[in-house]
């Protein structure tokens, strides 16, 4: 595996390293790029592109997914701008904030929530309470 860095939107090839080499600096089970899978999961629950979020931002799209792959990281006003567009928080974006500890998918739940209409999300949650009601009523007759 290779490391690379963005620079001008030029790729520079800076070394390579053995394959499983992010887990030497992680450790068992840690995020090697919390940063870089928050802003591709908040991008990708909006549905926009790289190159559609990179205009909202005022960068390219190869900034985008530098930001996404960790190869870059955000200065302050940019990791500010990030939470403004996401409606999130910086620890949020940092992954200090685990939202009262919601799994990844309960945070993608919340972000399609947040998306659909008024009327949709009550049909959602009405659809919701019928599954837990089915998920008592089956554990009741096991």
């Known amino acids: 595996m290779s490391v690379n860095l963005w620079f001008d939107e030029m790729e520079t090839t800076v070394g390579v390293f053995p394959d499983g080499w992010e887990k030497q600096f992680a450790g068992e089970g840690d995020e090697v790029n919390v940063l870089g899978k928050q802003i591709k999961m908040l991008r990708t629950i909006r ?21 996404e792959h960790g190869l870059r990281v955000p200065n ?36 399609i929530l947040r998306r659909l209409p008024e009327d949709q999300n009550h049909m959602l949650l009405e659809f919701a309470r019928f599954l837990l009601q089915q998920s008592v009523v089956h554990r009741q007759a096991g």
């Open 47 to 67: 549905g926009w592109t790289q190159e559609e979020f990179g205009k909202r931002l005022g960068v390219s799209k190869v900034t985008v997914s530098s930001y």
């Open 76 to 111: 302050v006003e940019m990791l500010n701008k990030l939470a403004d567009l996401f409606e999130v928080t910086v620890d949020y974006l940092l992954g200090r904030d685990e939202t009262c500890g919601a799994s990844e998918m309960e945070r993608e739940m919340i972000g």
